[in-house]
């Protein structure tokens, strides 16, 4: 299974988390974040560097996930209500917490808070299997100039 990371060209030789808190995990938790296509990788950058600009060098990162390896899935049915809404980014931090230090798997599908219907792929770099995931490529990537906010 291919997924897609948009990061700036620092970043995209490597496959790492920030640790800095996001929706699926807290502060200190690392997880890398990557997304089902380009067009969805294009969005999660376009709301969440809001105050950031869109005026850098980016690349897509086209990551390889084996067929080997065990996908854990979230039921959006599962989670609370309004779970995508900014102030209940706590209970999903509780979810993607709670996920990162089971090691069950190295990939957890997340729904999108975007797309409905869409999903993000979360990485997990402290499982064991996760060494088998690789960039199989980059490549350059452009947002639209209608889109950034220099």
């Keep these: 299974m291919e997924v897609f990371r948009i990061t700036t060209a620092k970043w995209s030789n490597s496959l790492t988390g920030s640790g800095f808190p996001a929706r699926w995990n807290s502060r200190g938790k690392f997880m890398a974040y990557t997304s089902s296509s380009r067009a969805l990788a294009s969005l999660e950058n376009v709301v969440h560097r809001s105050g950031e600009g869109l005026n850098s060098l980016f ?13 854990d899935n979230i039921d959006i049915n599962t989670l609370p209500k309004n779970w995508f809404d900014f102030k209940n980014y ?5 979810i ?4 990162i230090d089971s090691y069950s798997s190295a990939v957890l599908r997340v729904p999108s808070a975007i797309i409905k219907r869409e999903f993000n792929y979360l990485l997990n770099p402290n499982h064991t299997l996760f060494k088998k995931i690789k960039i199989a490529t980059t490549e350059d990537f452009e947002f639209d100039p209608r ?3 220099d």
């Design 90 to 94: 706590s209970d999903c931090q509780l």
């Design 147 to 149: 889109l950034k906010n």
């Design 59 to 71: 690349k897509v990162m086209i990551i390889e996930v084996p067929s080997i390896i065990k996908i």
């Design 96 to 99: 993607g917490d709670k996920w």
